[in-house]
């Protein structure tokens, strides 16, 4: 007879390695030859079982009499044992007894030709598997003992795949409690019907509580509308809810690091779901009986995400929003703006004199002070209003809805106010300042970066005018000071990088053709530009002050090149420069002259100043008075320009002055030398009048030469003799 033995399969090696010991319990069991004990205290009668027992493979032992049964039962072990119930010393009945005290016990078939009912009924009772009455038949003996051992050994079967079944609950208990994520069984009704230990564990709840409870008592209260799909999942495979990230309430436990168990907090979970079925008769529409699913913890990855995200638009320093976030936050103000048609202010503040914090008190104080800056003028914004450091020591601002414009001079005033309040640097007192310019959307601009530059321009107009207020932009700030702020640095660096250089433009005496003198005009040879000519920086050069360093170069440059010129002793050329009006009312302008003259060994007198008409008109006694100084030292004075500003005859003379210069607007006017041309006439007849000498500039035809020295100007300048040139240019054209 085969027998099919049940055996479990042990888990892969690799899983077995994490198991507790007493789950990898997985028996296997030989096959063996059934081992028989046959009991009968009559010799005939066993030898007559044994005779007929021979060769059906069973592994035999006998006993003579009940006794000698108890002794080979203790021994050894048995499938079946074929016993007599009546025997001299020790009857059948108490040899079952017997066995039935034994583990893994036989089976037994009772075998009597002399047994009433009672000893039937109480061998039975013992647990006998069938009874054979004598006589019997060799194949009647062998068909009871193959069924009580095939019996048996489906019993023997059963009781292994119970146990192996439960075995195998045991490890899937295990692996689902064990699991680092949270697994649950939902009911159609979306109830708890299964949770993992882990879910209590992170959940901080017992399983008793959370069995039966519907998933919504956990949810974060925003979530509940996301999470009702989820939880009440139906989809299957492909389908089903994967990774859906949802917020949920736990109970702190100590394992959370939390105080008291009364706190509750929020875990961020990432879950995947499934619907599951129960098959009807028609496979195609099962009944759906609940969700199964698996959520992990992602807390910790969301609180790293979610530092990251700061910092990636937050200022590291002052942890206001960066110049990324306000430009967002800025966008979403115009949009709501525009459906409320409504205006919004941008303001940028930028701070007087940090540079000076930075530079004396060092950066770690220079950081604190902005840190400070930061703190208290967030202190004076609503809740709406963003705040942003676009860098340095430079703010912006975003007031949405705004129902005037007095609300941002509200608010820009109050800045002001508490940025006056001296700050506490370690002890030191610092008081700053700040500009600030503000724009209005949609006036100022209808773009982002429409509104922050108009902010910037307006900021930068405050700067100009002296810093500490407040200026909202206005369309006329525009070019110039667009255009001029970028212009103040490059100039800056023009005068460090020596890219500045000044030009030579002859002046001739149309008598004889000789070269008498120069105007020196002034150049920029940008390196990316090219040369720009002064109308184009001058200006800007006099509004922003840097006029008066430049002018400093420029005097002494001049004096400098005067050494190469070269001239013979007899006929020295004289120099004409240019100067600005407001260097000319500089104290230091007079001393600066004197000291490069000296410097350079030059006779005042080959020096002459151009200045226009608009100088002496503006502030008279002034310059009547800077003016003297200068013929005190010896060097003349001209009237650039002349005929084109407020002349008044009245106070020309009254300057010290020896020579006019026609503009050249008058000159070019000159198409005929034969024409008449009042105006010209006229310059001419004063300067003869104040007994001054005369230059008539921007001369470039022969026509114009020759009607003005028909008329008694004969010092000319103008293309028609040479362009301004370089100093070496111009040296050359004195030695030809
Ligand atoms: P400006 O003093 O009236 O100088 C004469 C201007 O006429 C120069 O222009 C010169 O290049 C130009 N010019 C000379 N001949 C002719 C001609 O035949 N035809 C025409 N169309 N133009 C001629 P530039 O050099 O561009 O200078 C412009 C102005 O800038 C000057 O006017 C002067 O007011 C100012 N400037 C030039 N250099 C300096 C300087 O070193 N310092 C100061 N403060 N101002 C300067
Ligand atoms: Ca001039
Ligand atoms: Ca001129």
């Known amino acids: 007879m085969t027998m099919n033995r049940f055996r479990t399969t042990g888990l892969p090696a690799s899983i077995r390695g994490t198991l507790p010991a007493h789950l990898d ?19 005939r009668v066993l030898a007559s079982l044994q005779e007929m027992l021979k060769g059906s493979g069973y592994a035999i032992t006998t006993a003579d009499s009940g006794t000698a049964a108890l002794a080979c039962l203790a021994e050894m072990r048995f499938d079946l044992v074929l016993l ?33 009912i009672d000893s039937a009924i109480g061998a039975l009772k013992r647990g006998a598997h069938d009874y054979l009455r004598k006589p019997f038949s060799r194949e009647e003996l062998l068909r009871t003992v193959e069924n ?25 208990r295990y692996l689902v409690d064990a699991s680092p994520d949270m697994i649950y069984m939902l009911g159609h009704e979306g109830r708890f019907t299964y949770v993992n230990d882990r879910a209590c564990q992170m959940l901080g709840y017992e399983r008793e509580e959370l069995l039966g409870q519907h998933y919504t008592a956990l949810l974060h209260a925003e979530d509940h509308e996301r999470a009702l799909y989820v939880f009440n999942e139906r989809r299957v495979g492909e389908r089903a809810s994967r990774d859906v990230e949802l917020r949920v309430t736990c109970r702190a436990s100590p394992m959370h690091g939390h105080a008291t168990v009364a706190d509750t907090s929020v875990m961020t979970i990432s879950l995947n779901a499934i619907g599951m079925h129960r098959e009807k008769r028609d496979p195609h529409t099962p009944t759906y009986v609940g969700t199964y699913g698996i959520a992990r913890d992602v807390s910790a990855r969301k609180r790293a995400e979610a530092v990251i995200h700061h910092q990636a638009y937050h200022d590291i320093l002052t942890d206001l929003p960066n110049r990324v976030l306000f430009k967002d936050r800025l966008g979403l103000a115009m949009l709501q703006a525009r459906r409320k048609r409504a205006e919004l202010a941008v303001m940028f503040i930028d701070l007087d004199r ?12 220079g950081d604190k002070l902005l840190q400070q800056v930061a703190q ?26 705004l129902r005037s414009r007095d609300d941002a001079r509200v608010v820009a005033d109050k800045f002001i106010e508490q940025l006056h309040q001296p700050f506490d640097l370690a002890g030191t007192e610092v008081h700053i300042s700040a500009s600030i310019g503000v724009a209005i959307y949609p006036e100022h601009g209808e773009s982002i970066d429409e509104l922050l530059r108009n902010a910037d321009i307006a900021m930068y107009r405050v700067k100009d005018l002296g810093k500490n207020g407040h200026a909202f932009y206005d369309p006329s700030m525009h070019d110039a000071l667009h255009q001029n702020v970028a212009l103040e640095q490059h100039l800056r660096r023009a005068l460090e990088r020596n890219e500045l250089e000044m030009y030579y433009q002859p002046q001739i005496d149309a008598a004889s053709g000789r070269i008498i003198g120069a105007e020196a005009l002034m150049r920029w040879n940008h390196p990316v530009r090219g040369l720009i000519m002064p109308a184009e920086f001058l200006p800007f050069a006099e509004e922003s002050g840097l006029i008066v360093p430049i002018s400093e170069w420029m005097i002494d440059t001049l004096c400098r090149d005067m050494a190469q010129w070269g ?25 600066t002259m004197r000291n490069a003259l000296e410097r350079y060994d030059i006779g005042p007198g080959r020096i002459a100043v151009e200045i226009t008409e608009n100088i002496c008109i503006r502030n008279p006694q002034y310059a009547i008075e800077q003016l003297k100084k200068l013929g005190q030292l010896g060097v003349s004075v001209a009237i650039d320009d002349f005929g084109t500003g407020y002349s008044s005859l009245a106070y020309l003379h009254r300057f010290p002055i020896q020579t006019i210069k026609i503009d050249q607007s008058f000159v070019q006017q000159i198409s005929d030398e034969d024409g008449h041309y009042p105006v010209v006439l006229a310059i001419i007849s004063i300067s003869r009048g104040l007994n001054l000498d005369l230059v008539a500039e921007g001369v ?10 028909a008329h008694g100007c004969s010092t000319m300048q103008g293309f028609l003799f040479h362009r301004p040139m370089p100093l070496g240019g111009f040296v050359n054209v004195l030695n030809s």
Do not use: W
């Not at 050994?153 to 292994?160: E, F, S, T």
């Not at 007899?570 to 240019?578: D, F, G, H, I, K």
């Open 354 to 365: 940090f540079k000076l914090v930075n530079d004396t008190l060092g950066h770690g104080h």
């Open 567 to 591: 001239t013979d002793g007899a006929n020295p050329l004289t120099l004409s420069l240019n100067l600005s009006p407001h260097y000319l009312d500089h104290s230091k302008f007079f001393e």
């Open 700 to 709: 470039e035809t022969e026509a114009q030469a020759r009607y003005l020295r």
């Open 25 to 43: 319990a997985s028996p296997t069991t030989p096959p063996h030859r059934p081992r028989l004990l046959l009991v009968d205290d009559e010799p």
């Open 376 to 401: 208290r003028l967030k202190d004076c914004l609503r809740k709406g209003d963003t705040l942003a450091r676009q860098g340095g020591d430079e703010f912006t601002i975003v007031l949405p809805d």
């Open 148 to 172: 009580a051992l095939k019996q048996r050994d489906l019993q023997q079967i059963n009781r292994r795949m119970v146990a192996a079944l439960a075995l195998s609950e045991k490890k899937y």
């Open 84 to 116: 007599d119930l009546l025997m001299m010393d020790v009857d059948g009945h108490q040899v079952m007894d017997f066995i039935n005290q034994r583990d893994n016990k036989a089976d037994v078939i009772v075998v009597s030709g002399t047994v009433g």
